[in-house]
């Protein structure tokens, strides 16, 4: 009898072991299998498999199933489980409101006060801006951004370094001046690599056409990111920003280089992957995108030694009386993040994995790779090799082969330029390492415009202030019909007349400008206008 007892708590101990490494860095010899959801897709997922994956499993016990959207749209898997009340352990949202209705969601402010430590040293004193709303105070997701982060990458306007350099590094502070090298490298060269040269290209392919054609207006007018917004600084008062008259005349703007031929004319039918190897080619002068979404043609670019093709990135305006706001501080702010749902089979444990994901040995982990492999420690400082570097800066593949920075976003993360205790970065990345990555002709280019990274081209972080409400694209909006049926129609309306204003013959263009504001209007875009500008004015007394 006591034979038996004994093994039945030696069993009941191991069960209850499962996981254990999230406490003691003994994984588990059966890994603890989390279902999870990501509202983003991700080419490079490789089952959790990749060297660094497996080492977080070896140190938690913690494996990851991730189901990713198929074509990059959530929204119907989405819907699904909010049907069906089927939902994977963990899930990653980019606004909770319809799962917070659903009841679907943990409140994680518990298990944060329990089990939180690495929680709450890494976001500090945001942690309280995670909390969901005023009339509701519960924490259900950690944010997914990084936090206290500089800004190194930038969105702006693309050039290619053959045009700018052949234009003999001209200014370049509007769109005329941006227009000025595009027409005169077109002229000359006709032809790239044997294919017709194209001055500029977009992408409207389904989402996508937020980020490269109209999230620009208001880049262009001197706003600063607050999505389909713009936010008054002084009055807060919102405003859909298509409203404002300056980004009128920035597609006006587009409508003549369309107009001229020096916009591609593929511009609004070319899927994704067209235009990106369309980019890879070599043949595209200009570009109007976030540096993200032309990273993977660059790569190619960098491969096929056609360093001159790659691209310079500037703070362009309208005109002369703005100055770009692109990379203002929201200060640490997100109503997207990972959160643990009502179905998860071990809430604590997947907590406690959640909050070693915001440890120092995570964070580690993440961004530099497995030690001994990846880097090696001499004096107490994390080195990696030049010959690994030149893999991690060159190879389009890195990021798949050895899971380094795959599984930073979404989870807890601190950001760019933070340091840990021996002094060096949480990320790898650093402006040295940064600049250590530049091409040759990218260095010439940037210190003819005395910079040193893109960045030092736009207006500073301290010269423009932090924003008190953080970003109004990350604001919970309501979930019922006063809201989405409103929001929908405008959504609508703007896919539709954006890309007819474009291509339209000037002439039309007031007139397709004139009946798009209309329609607007019908559709109820001043309700959305007030609703926002009331949480914008809650926001700011919640976060006092």
């Not at 588990?28 to 897709?41: G, I, R």
């Not at 039309?508 to 559709?523: N, Q, R, T, V």
Request: hydrophobic letters at 35%.
């Amino acid at each position: 009898m006591k034979k038996v007892l004994l093994v039945t708590l030696c069993l009941v101990l191991v069960l209850s072991l499962a996981g254990v490494g999230l406490v003691s860095g003994a994984a588990a010899k059966k890994p603890l299998v989390f279902t999870m959801f990501s509202s983003d897709s991700n080419p490079s997922y490789n089952n959790f498999e990749d060297p660094v994956a497996k080492e977080i499993t070896r140190i938690t016990g913690v494996k990851l199933k991730v189901d990713y959207p198929l074509g990059g749209d959530a929204n119907q898997k989405l819907t699904l489980m909010l049907a069906s009340g089927d939902y994977p352990d963990l899930i990653f949202l980019k606004g909770a409101q319809q799962f917070v209705d659903a009841k679907a969601l943990v409140d994680l402010t518990p298990y944060i006060n329990k089990y939180g430590k690495n929680v709450k040293k890494l976001y500090g004193p945001f942690l309280k801006r995670l909390r969901y709303s005023p009339q509701d105070q519960s924490i259900y997701y950690l944010g997914c951004f990084g936090v206290n982060g500089e800004q190194w990458d930038i969105n702006g306007f693309e050039l290619q370094h053959a045009a700018v350099k052949e234009a003999g590094f001209p200014k370049l502070k509007t769109v005329k001046d941006y227009e000025k090298v595009i027409q005169a490298y077109v002229e000359k060269h006709p032809t790239i690599d044997g294919q017709p040269t194209i001055g500029l290209s977009l992408l409207a392919d389904d989402w996508r056409i937020i980020i490269s054609v109209t999230n620009p207006a208001w880049q262009a007018t001197g706003a600063s990111d607050d999505g389909e917004w713009y936010i008054d600084p002084k009055t807060y008062k919102a405003v859909l920003h298509y409203s404002r008259p300056q980004e009128k005349e920035y597609f006006r703007w587009l409508n003549h280089m369309n107009d001229t031929g020096l916009l591609d004319p593929e511009s609004f039918v070319q899927k994704a992957d067209q235009y990106a190897a369309k980019i890879a080619s070599g043949r595209v002068v200009g570009l109007i995108d976030a540096w993200w979404a032309i990273k993977g043609s660059e790569e190619s670019l960098k491969q096929a030694s056609k360093f001159e093709r790659t691209y310079g990135h500037y703070p362009i305006q309208l005109d002369g009386t703005t100055i770009s706001h692109e990379i203002q501080d929201s200060g640490y702010t997100s109503n997207w993040g990972i959160s643990i749902t009502k179905k998860c089979k071990d809430p604590v444990a997947a907590f406690k994995f959640l909050d070693w994901m915001a440890s120092d040995e995570a964070q580690i982990l993440r961004s530099w790779g497995v030690k001994g492999v990846h880097y090696t420690v001499v004096n107490g400082k994390r080195v990696v090799s030049k010959e690994e570097m030149d893999k991690r800066n060159n190879d389009p593949n890195y990021g798949r082969n050895t899971g380094i920075e795959e599984w930073l976003y979404p989870f807890p993360q601190y950001g760019d330029g933070v340091l840990d205790r021996t002094g060096q970065t949480y990320t790898i990345k650093s402006k040295q390492q940064i600049m250590d990555k530049y091409s040759d002709i990218e260095k010439e280019v940037l210190a003819k415009y005395n910079g040193k990274l893109w960045t030092d081209l736009f207006p500073s972080r301290k010269s423009l202030g932090v924003k008190p409400y953080g970003a109004a694209w990350q604001m919970n909006t309501p979930q019922d019909a006063s809201w989405t049926v409103p929001w929908q129609k405008c959504q609508d309306i703007i896919r539709k007349r954006i890309p007819e204003a474009i291509l339209a013959k000037p002439d039309k263009f007031d007139g397709i400008w004139a009946a798009f504001m209309k329609e607007l209007e019908d559709a109820g875009v001043h309700g959305l206008e007030a609703t926002m500008t009331k949480l914008i004015k809650e926001r700011l007394e919640f976060w006092k």
